[in-house]
């Protein structure tokens, strides 16, 4: 049942990929390329997508109320807590 199911499944994904009609080693090394590449995406999502999310928000602010920082701090914020 679990074989025939996992048969099944290389079965759909080789046929997706058009990895059926590749020789062995073909299908390793397309394999190998797409983990790769994909790998690559993902290292620069998690590095450097925070960084320009946070960037993208700055110059937002700036465009819409006209003023750098972090305008909705000051919002948030009462005069109490900003004397000490």
């Known amino acids: 049942m679990v074989k025939d199911y996992l048969w099944r499944q290389r079965v759909k994904f080789e046929s997706t990929l058009a990895l059926s009609m590749l020789e062995p080693w073909e299908k390793i090394l397309c394999l190998i390329i797409f983990s790769l590449l994909t790998m690559l995406v993902m290292i620069g999502l ?39």
């Open 46 to 84: 998690f590095q450097y997508l925070p960084q320009h999310v946070m960037d993208m928000q700055r110059r937002a602010t700036y465009y819409l109320w006209g003023q750098e920082g972090d305008v909705f701090r000051s919002w948030v914020e009462t005069p109490g807590l900003k004397e000490l």
